[in-house]
């Protein structure tokens, strides 16, 4: 119990402490990164969206704690929550990626790729996130499932974050895939050597599904690249 209480608390926190640092100016001021003035409408749905964003990993946290300190029958009550919240994330994060598109411009620049390209970048992620959380909700009740799959969905929210660190950048470049996604992956890889440690054996279901969430990702990232893509995006943008 103490190793999951480490492990997932802290996990959890770091996860919540990165979401504050990154939107910080969203959060104090109603802006977007660097001061930038968001639209009245855009503003409401970005505000919805991440009020859900930011529920959910709160409520990630308070669960690690509450198993940590053995209230499962409140951690049980409250998962309920998980439910709503993690669909107002599932419903609202595509709407904002599409509406984000469209009113800016689908050739704008982004870390690299076309705005219309970097679309599929958003929709992979709130798919992984849709997937790994009904998987954790069904999964309730086996914890070497839930636990792992749990903590990747809140990971594959975290790519809008990390991106938006510009120390990061120095590390993983400006642009490109490897700026979009490598410092979720290193973190990935870093949780799961730790958690090797901490117990001497793999969790495989942690693999597994950070494995999948590689793999989506970078599939994804190729996949924005293609003619096929950019004819789909043109229909979804109506362009």
């Not at 620049?109 to 709130?126: D, K, N, R, T």
Request: glycine share 10%; charged share 10%; aromatic share 10%.
């Amino acid at each position: 119990m103490k190793i999951d209480r480490w492990f997932y608390s802290s996990a959890a926190a770091l996860f919540l402490v990165a979401i504050v640092v990154a939107f910080h100016d969203f959060i104090l001021e109603g802006r977007g990164t660097g001061g930038r003035v968001i639209g009245p409408e855009m503003f409401r749905l970005d505000a919805v969206h991440g009020a859900c964003v930011g529920l959910w990993f709160l409520l990630f946290l308070v669960q690690s704690l509450l198993i940590a300190s053995k209230n499962r029958q409140i951690h049980l009550k409250l998962g309920w929550a998980a439910v709503a919240i993690g669909l107002g994330v599932a419903v609202t994060g595509p709407w904002v990626a599409t509406q984000s598109v469209m009113v800016h411009s689908p050739k704008m620049p982004i870390l690299g790729m076309l705005y219309s390209q970097f679309l599929l970048m958003m929709y992979a992620e709130i798919a992984l996130f849709t997937v790994f959380a009904t998987l954790g909700i069904l999964m309730r009740k086996k914890p070497r499932i839930h636990r792992p799959v749990m903590l990747m969905a809140s990971m594959s929210l975290l790519p809008p974050a990390t991106t938006r660190m510009p120390f990061l950048g120095s590390v993983f470049g400006a642009v490109g895939g490897a700026r979009i996604f490598g410092p979720v992956f290193v973190l990935g890889a870093l949780l799961l050597i730790v958690r090797w440690m901490m117990t001497r054996s793999l969790d495989r279901w942690l693999a597994m599904s950070y494995g999948a969430l590689v793999v989506v990702l970078i599939g994804a990232t190729g996949l924005a690249r293609t003619s096929a893509w950019g004819a789909l995006a043109a229909v979804i943008l109506k362009r």
